[in-house]
């Protein structure tokens, strides 16, 4: 078995009996943690009860986090003429039609957000079994599939984040960076954890979420005791 470095050992030690504990220890704890030598994305993990094979119990949403997530977004989007012009004076990194589709139908996906206007659908359809399993593919119940390009790219920009329940009903995010003050955090974690809330699902019976996990990239998770997410 591998002997564990100092700082992992250390790490370990910090977060031994640690269990249901309430948002502010938990982000203290994953900050303290968080020791890399980069700027560690701290992720946040929610068990629902909830089967996302079912249509009518599949969670998925937006969020704009109070103090965005620390992370620069390329955003591409598919769009003809003036809305075309409109993103990219909005800041969007990639913009075009049928040229971009065929970018990434060749492998390459330079994005993290993905943008389109309901005209374009019928080209970015071809691209569903691409951008689907990525959480990219557009999509008018988030708010991806706009007229409106300009405050799309805008909100994609300023910390908006996607969510969708994946297997077993896990809904998974970075919500910050270890950088990030603790009442930052905090205040992420808690806007985070409401927009999952509200998006609960008509299918969705008995307990809805099961469990609220908090990490760094390189460190362990804690979990959250769910009261302390949800402010009940």
């Given at each position: ?126 691209l569903g079994k691409i951008l689907g399993p990525r959480n990219l593919m557009p999509n008018p119940r988030v708010g ?26 896990v809904v998974h995010a970075g919500i910050g960076k270890a950088s990030f003050s603790q009442q930052q955090l905090e ?13 609960r699902p008509s299918g969705a019976k008995g307990t809805y979420m099961k469990k609220v996990n908090l990490t760094s ?16």
């Amino acid at each position: 078995m591998a002997k564990l470095g100092k700082r992992t050992t250390a790490a370990r030690a910090a977060f031994e009996g640690k269990a249901n504990v309430k948002v502010d220890e938990a982000v203290s704890l994953v900050k303290t943690a968080a020791t890399a030598k980069f700027d560690e994305t701290i992720e946040i993990a929610m068990v629902l009860g909830v089967d996302p094979r079912h249509a009518d119990q599949m969670v998925r949403g937006t969020v704009t986090l109070p103090h965005g997530t620390g992370k620069t977004v390329r955003v591409a989007v598919f769009a003809r003429g003036e809305k075309a012009d409109e993103a990219k004076a909005a800041g969007a990194d990639i913009v075009g039609a049928e040229d971009l589709m065929e970018t990434v139908q060749g492998g390459t996906i330079d994005f993290d957000w993905c943008i389109a206007t309901p005209d374009m659908m019928g080209v970015v359809g071809r691209l569903g079994k691409i951008l689907g399993p990525r959480n990219l593919m557009p999509n008018p119940r988030v708010g991806t599939v706009t007229m409106d390009v300009a405050q799309a790219v805008k909100d994609a920009k300023g910390g908006q984040v996607q969510f969708r329940a994946e297997k077993a009903g896990v809904v998974h995010a970075g919500i910050g960076k270890a950088s990030f003050s603790q009442q930052q955090l905090e205040e992420n974690l808690k806007a985070f954890v409401d927009a999952v809330q509200k998006a609960r699902p008509s299918g969705a019976k008995g307990t809805y979420m099961k469990k609220v996990n908090l990490t760094s990239t390189m460190g362990p998770g804690v979990s959250v005791d769910i009261a302390s997410a949800t402010g009940n």
